[in-house]
């Protein structure tokens, strides 16, 4: 099935860095050069891949190789992937981060939402990754999710455990960042960024009580394709040129517009990943 998009793009000559999308989704098979054609139409000028697991790991490098100067390949295990076999699932983790550069270890962290069955060896994988990103120097992508009921709050322990990690140069983003604003303020004093994405532009996702009391320095973009479609395409599949209405519903709930916001916040992705690439 193909797709388009219809929305116009203003000031698409300024660049943006999209820091959070699994291009190499299978939900992409059928127009994935479509789809990036339309992504750099409109700027983005890199996009970051989050790894999930040993089955990811192809698809995504491919992706670097055919475009090695956009592409940008991160390396971990997501927690929703960590099961029964995570140990081995971890190890194959560290052994390509032996053999070639990453720019970021991710996405890591702790998911509350579907299953609680692992959340120990969620904590342990998250710690085990953390070595890794010590042991090389690399920023990490966070995942963190919430319960459905918000019994556990995936955020709080996730800093909770970095503070008990105690490596003062740990930095990276949380991703998808849907937290309260005092939840930022840890999350950011911790020297980590809040990744905003299309749930920024969802009624009652709470981001407008945040994003308009931070800099725009604390923060980067991303769209999580092919999840999470900004309005006006809430349900439908996400695709990285949606960045564009991002960084203008970011511009709109921060007092900006949306020339500095691609600035400021592409400024801060490169600043994190600095001599990485």
């Known amino acids: 099935m193909a797709h388009s998009i219809n929305f116009v ?12 999308a699994h291009i190499y989704d299978e939900q992409f098979d059928e127009d994935r050069n479509a789809m990036l054609h339309r992504a750099f139409s409109v700027g983005v000028e890199q996009i970051w891949m989050p790894n999930c697991n040993s089955e990811t790991i192809t ?49 890591i962290g702790l998911d509350f939402y579907w299953d ?11 710690i085990f990754q953390l070595e890794l990103a010590k042991k090389y120097n690399l920023p990490i992508c966070i995942h963190s ?27 990276g983003i949380f991703h998808c960042f849907s937290g309260n604003l005092e939840e930022a303020r840890r999350v950011i004093g911790l020297n980590f960024l809040l990744g905003i994405g299309g749930v920024s532009t969802f009624k009652n996702a709470g981001l407008d009580m945040v994003l308009p ?50 600035e400021i916040t592409s400024g801060n992705a490169f600043k994190l990943i600095n001599g990485l690439i």
């Open 9 to 20: 793009v203003y000031k698409s000559n300024s660049k943006v860095i999209e820091t959070h």
């Open 145 to 171: 999710r919430n319960s459905k009921g918000n019994s556990q709050n995936a955020i709080i322990r996730c800093c909770e455990l970095i503070e008990e990690f105690g490596w003062k140069d740990l930095r």
């Open 213 to 262: 009391y931070i800099a725009l320095e604390n923060i980067v973009l991303e769209t999580d394709s092919p999840y999470l479609a900004p309005i006006p395409y809430r349900g439908k599949r996400n695709e990285v040129a949606y960045i564009a209405l991002v960084a203008d519903r970011v511009a709109m709930l921060m007092g900006s517009d949306e020339l500095q916001v691609r």
């Open 59 to 107: 698809g995504m490098l491919q992706l670097e190789i055919e475009h090695p100067e956009r592409c940008k390949p991160m390396m971990g295990l997501h927690p929703c992937y960590v099961k029964e076999d995570y140990q081995t699932e971890l190890n194959l983790v560290a052994d390509w981060l032996s053999k070639k550069p990453f720019i970021m270890i991710g996405e």
């Open 116 to 126: 609680l069955s692992f959340v120990a060896e969620q904590e342990k994988a998250f």
